[in-house]
């Protein structure tokens, strides 16, 4: 969708309260507006000597004043609700469409873009629905009925009003055309900052252990002066559009004073005859002459907000345009039986070619373990595997039908991967392990942790299982690894893919780790890519990859008799 039929989509979901807001709306303009007629009534009727109708129409209007106040109220409560709901909706598409788009697409991505589009972008359209919303409802609204009062009151002033109203439309428009692509910068240096942030949050021990705290701050300084200049020269160009407005509305209505005093004070036979004026009839002229230009100084003092709003929507609709990971397989599959890669080429860059005419045979049961040094290959054939990314040509086969034509949700849930970067969400111990089968009770979970030998350390925290972790504190590396592990313990899939998973683990638990590992893959496929050679000994297969090529292939012993390569890595681990 384009930004219009994105905004139309979400502005029909709460096309109800939206009535109800513009119902609200009418009927406080409607009380406004006709305060200044009944009060030009009264003053006339004090220059008659009428107190009886004066009194009545201060009533009336003490009445409407009450009355508007009302629904105004209720108007802004109402407005707030549509903005507030179509937030909702928007941040819940954001986040839906965080996982739906491929992998391949967050790598283009930092993180601190997304924060700037789940948060800062959010709440920037929420400020600008409401205050555009509001003044827009309200200014349509003033403007017709203060039209037809003034003609009512006198129509030769009121075309004056009228013809000379269209200059401080053009203003507005005039100045404020220079200003989206300052608030637009703005917007992506914003999240240049974020990102810069989150860096420096993440990696604080880093930082300081490389005494590196001064050029980070340089890098932020560098990026927060371009963002100073960016928002001062939009913030300075906004403040122009209210200014230049309220000049010519202010013009406007010395104008229009002076000819209705004119008119009343040489009593202008023409006039008298065309359009009667009296000194009610002019106050209550000017009066709507504030009104009617009161909406275009409103529109003009918003027009900041509505160009944040503007250049925060435009990035959230291009994301929510982003192409979803299609996933065109109709094929389901309970077991993986076999895995036959065949000539398959891939880069993540096509001038740097990575994968080339890759062939690859696992059979179920198999223990598949792949080495190499960094870069050869390895994560990014487990990617291809778990089709994170498509290969650029060649086939996969899995149980002997084409990748392309199983559904990726099937593969993945015959799949337990335990990667060398852990995870963990905020939450207790139980949910976390709980992750990979959501239904399973305590008792499996347990059982699970006990095979992962995360249980003893889990029991010794303050409350066992119940103890509230997040991702940076209450737990080290390595037990964080035992529980991405007791995950893969419980959920007992088909293929087990184990990328550096022991790599936070001493070396007694990565020993114990590994039998239970070695147990739990019985009659299981799996494929473990390691640095550590010691802990891929007992591998059926061993594949020896280096610039995205297998240049050798075998069992440890035979390997190691070839004196190649792969004998080469595992000596130089144990000089």
Known sequence: MDNKKRLKYYLFKEK???????????LYVVCQISQPFLLGRALDAVAINDQNIYLTYLIICLVLTIVGAIFYYFFEITIGYVSQNIIRDMRKDIYLK????????????????????????????ANGIFAVFKTLFQGIFTIILTIVMMLVANWILALGVIILSPLSVIVSYFVSSFNHRHFKKQAELQSQINSISLEAIGNLELLQSLNYEEESLNK???VDKKLKKEGRVAQFSASWVNPSTRLVNNTIYVIIGVAGIIMLAFDMKLAAIFAVMTIGRLSSFLSYTTQYTRPFNDISNVVSEYEVAK??????NNFLNMDNDIDEGKEEINNIDSIKLENVYFSYNPKYPLIENFSLDIKKG??????????????????IIMRFYEPNDGDIKINNISFKDIKKSSLRKSVGM????????????????????????????????????????????????????????????GQKQMIAIA????????????????????TRSEMLITKAFDSMMKEKTSI????????????DTIIVMKDGHIIETGNHNDLMKAKGFYYKLYSSQFE
Not at 16 to 26: A, F, P, Q, R
Not at 100 to 123: C, N, P, W
Not at 488 to 499: F, K, Q, S, Y
């Open 16 to 26: 109800g309260k939206i009535t109800l807001g513009v119902l609200l709306c009418l």
């Open 98 to 125: 965080m996982n739906s788009v491929s992998i391949k697409e967050f790598d283009t991505r930092t993180h601190g873009d997304l924060l700037q589009l789940e948060i800062r972008d959010i709440e920037n359209v």
């Open 220 to 222: 932020f300084k560098e």
């Open 311 to 316: 250049s925060s929507f435009e990035r959230v």
């Open 366 to 383: 198999n223990k598949v373990a792949i080495v190499g040094p960094t870069g050869a290959g390895k994560t990014t054939l487990i990617n």
């Open 418 to 477: 335990v990667l060398q970067d852990t995870w963990i969400f905020h939450g207790t111990i139980l949910d976390n392990v709980k992750y990979t089968k959501i239904d399973a009770t305590k008792e499996e979970v347990i059982e699970a942790c006990k095979k992962a030998h995360a249980d003893g350390f889990i029991n010794a925290l303050p409350n066992g299982y119940d103890t509230y972790v997040d991702g940076k504190e209450g737990l080290s590396e």
């Open 487 to 506: 995950r893969v313990m419980l959920r007992n899939p088909n293929l087990v893919i184990l990328d550096e998973a022991t790599s936070n683990i001493d």
């Open 528 to 539: 473990v890519i390691a640095h550590r050679l010691s802990t891929i000994k007992s591998a």
